[in-house]
């Protein structure tokens, strides 16, 4: 089961790294890594969740995680001094910490954590690759519900509601669908107040457990 870095680092070891740089707050829909920069640092998210994207060379742009509080985020490319291989958005407002390279792989190897961090790695690239194959088979409706799903699951409030500031147009791009084929999948449940427009255009998510059985029925 996918866990995140602060588990498998362990408690005592993510304060420490926390403490390597001061809290940094960073609003919705911000870019905090892009594609294609160098490595130059590993961030700490606190609070918060974020999107991981991949852009095509079209500019069209693929969904291929969300990660919640307790991730590193860009520490892959730090350890083998290669550029951003994905976009990292804040899905929310999100508390971060920015830790220099040099810093962060001192720290890995005063504390031998490189294997521990490869294998979470590992982890990753199979859960990325489980969505690029829901993305290449699954219907509109099933790939909308599992993006808003990974959405909720990562997301820090404690509410029932939790509101998606993306747009129908961005959620499409996300999950390979037409911004269409996303507004008819959101019709029933919005006629069911499952999921309602926000005033920024985005999306509150009300009942996410019957927008999962619905889309199951509509495949």
């Known amino acids: 089961m996918y866990q995140p870095h602060a588990t498998v680092i362990g408690d005592e070891l993510w304060a420490r790294l926390k403490a390597l740089a001061p809290q940094r707050v960073r609003p919705a829909r911000s870019v905090l890594l892009r594609q294609g920069d160098p490595a130059t640092h590993v961030i700490v998210l606190e609070s918060g969740s974020t999107?991981?994207?991949?852009?095509?060379?079209?500019?069209?742009?693929?969904?291929?995680?969300?990660?919640?509080?307790?991730?590193?985020?860009?520490?892959?490319?730090?350890?083998?001094?290669?550029?951003?291989?994905?976009?990292?958005?804040?899905?929310?407002?999100?508390?971060?910490?920015?830790?220099?390279?040099a810093a962060f792989l001192k720290f890995v190897e005063e504390h031998a954590l490189l294997a521990p961090l490869l294998r979470h790695a590992i982890a990753r690239v199979?859960?990325?690759?489980?969505?690029?194959?829901?993305?290449?088979?699954?219907?509109?409706?099933?790939?909308?519900?599992?993006?808003?799903?990974?959405?909720?699951?990562?997301?820090?409030?404690?509410?029932?509601?939790?509101?998606?500031?993306l747009t129908q147009t961005e959620l499409s791009q996300m999950i390979g669908a037409s911004r269409n084929a996303v507004v008819n999948a959101l019709r029933p449940w919005r006629e069911r107040d499952w999921v309602r427009t926000t005033s920024s255009g985005g999306l509150l998510v009300r009942d996410i457990h019957s927008i999962q059985s619905h889309a199951r029925t509509q495949a």
């Open 51 to 101: 999107l991981i994207t991949l852009a095509g060379a079209c500019g069209e742009r693929t969904l291929l995680a969300v990660r919640g509080a307790g991730e590193l985020l860009g520490e892959l490319a730090v350890l083998d001094s290669q550029p951003r291989t994905a976009t990292v958005i804040a899905a929310e407002t999100c508390q971060i910490r920015i830790i220099p390279a």
């Open 126 to 165: 199979r859960e990325s690759e489980a969505v690029r194959l829901e993305l290449a088979t699954a219907s509109v409706p099933l790939r909308l519900a599992s993006a808003l799903s990974r959405l909720v699951e990562a997301a820090s409030a404690s509410a029932s509601d939790l509101a998606v500031r």
